[in-house]
């Protein structure tokens, strides 16, 4: 396939496949809320979706759903008084008003949110006040119950307004996410289209290409994003509010620019999809020579998706990395040697582990150990099952065959991938 067709492709993975289902359950949240505080039957009036699928960024098998259910002014007095009494007691009336309606189903007050839990997915409605200006004030149960500001309508605004100067500006946001999910970048959503949106301030190079130009572009960002200065936080389009930064995302830009540079380089060929899957997932396509090869293999396809057992929301940090042992040699640890360009020979023993995770406890670890190439179909041992951690954050391989080899971890907590990393194996 082309290089248009495959991003065309690509794009079209990500689209969001359940919409109704969606639908329905901001609608019940909503009706609930506006029983409760104005007496109708209501499913749209009063409430606002926002976040990525607000701002129409979002993805397939999205985790997590925002929403700003309007507060009646004639409730202001109520609540006013700053302290989190007063607005831990705004959560809780709200929660108990969507309870009503979902008296099965898992919710909270979280500081500033309610979240409503449905195993797949969570929505997070935030009762807010508008203010003249378009924004909404709303509670922060956990900073000392001092109102805060909102205002994600010229957020909304701004991200439509700059897609119909190039339809790209959303479309970019969709794959950085699924980069986001594939790499474990801790982003917030609005970081990123916070950057997505910056990036095409910075130039109007793409403006008027299409999905021909895509690789080029998904290049372009991406150094975009490795050059970025370590700032504390950006200014979010629209309503300038400030966006922080949860974790350093440049060196996995850098390693994504990289994998960018390979992948255009080998247009054409097999190995370009390869790098392009590498960087974005399973739902960028296959070259369609691979494609014929796995319809005529005779090696079994084991490999397991950890997508296909849990939602993704990457929400934390983790990183692995692996001690190299020989009886008789010094150990190395591979991220060093893969640095240094130095050669992984066989007949080593491999010894991976979590060498840091900032995931509170309780949470789970697995594992994924995937071989690679001709060699390992011709064994028949490409492997992939994914495996849960026995409880030391360790797992033990060894160098058997020539080809490459790929090792994923991750952290799943109430039921969600929160944190994910990867590591390359090249056996020489």
């Known amino acids: 396939m082309a290089v248009a067709d495959d991003f065309k492709t690509f794009l079209e993975n990500l689209k969001i496949t359940n919409g109704d289902q969606i639908s329905d359950r901001y609608g019940r949240i909503t009706r609930a809320l506006n029983r409760k505080y104005r007496g109708t039957e209501s499913k749209t009036d009063n409430s606002l979706q926002v976040g990525s699928y607000g701002r129409f960024t979002a993805i397939k098998n999205i985790s997590d759903l925002d929403m700003i ?5 004639s409730q202001w007095d109520r609540f006013k ?7 831990s007691a705004l959560l809780q009336e ?3 008003a969507i309870q009503e309606s979902y008296p099965n189903t898992g919710m909270r ?8 839990s449905f195993g797949n997915q969570e929505v997070e409605v935030v009762p807010g006040f508008k203010q003249d200006d378009g924004s909404y004030k709303y509670p922060d149960a956990k900073n000392g119950g001092k109102w805060k500001s909102t ?3 010229a957020e909304i605004k701004a991200i439509s307004e700059a897609n119909k100067t190039t339809q790209n500006v959303r479309r970019l946001c969709k794959m950085i996410r699924a980069w986001k999910r594939r790499q474990g970048v801790n982003m917030g959503g609005l970081l990123i289209d916070t950057l997505a949106f ?20 998904c290049r372009d960002f991406f150094e975009f994003l490795a050059d970025q200065p370590d700032l504390n936080y950006y200014k979010a389009p629209g309503s300038r509010q400030h966006v922080y930064v949860k974790s350093k995302f440049q060196r996995k830009a850098r390693k994504a620019y ?17 790098n392009w899957k590498q960087i974005f997932g399973r739902n960028f396509p296959a070259a369609t020579t691979v494609v014929a090869a796995r319809e005529a293999r005779t090696w079994r396809d084991t490999e397991e998706f950890i997508e296909d057992k849990y939602p993704i929301e990457i929400r934390y940090d983790m990183s692995i990395d692996c001690r190299v042992e020989q009886k008789g040699f010094q150990t190395h640890w591979l991220t060093q040697m893969l640095a240094k360009k130095l050669p992984l020979l066989a007949n080593k023993k491999l010894e991976f582990s979590v060498t840091r995770i900032d995931v509170p406890q309780p949470y789970e670890i697995e594992w994924k150990v995937m071989n690679q190439g001709p060699m390992a179909e011709q064994r028949d041992e490409i492997r992939g099952q994914i495996w849960r951690d026995t409880g030391h954050q360790k797992r033990r391989e060894s160098t058997t065959f020539k080809g490459g080899h790929l090792v994923e971890c991750y952290a799943i907590k109430d039921g969600f991938v929160v944190a994910r990393d990867s590591i390359d194996v090249p056996i020489r």
């Open 69 to 73: 259910y309007e507060m009646p002014a």
């Open 258 to 274: 990289n994998l960018c540079l390979r992948a255009i380089e080998a247009e054409g060929k097999a190995s370009s999809n390869k």
């Open 94 to 96: 709200v929660k108990a």
């Open 109 to 116: 007050g979280d500081g500033q949110v309610v979240v409503v």
């Open 198 to 217: 910056n990036f095409f301030l910075s130039t109007d190079k793409y403006n008027s290409k299409g999905y021909r130009s895509y690789d080029n572009l």
């Open 151 to 153: 205002n994600p309508k």
């Open 81 to 87: 008084e700053e302290g989190i009494g007063k607005q």
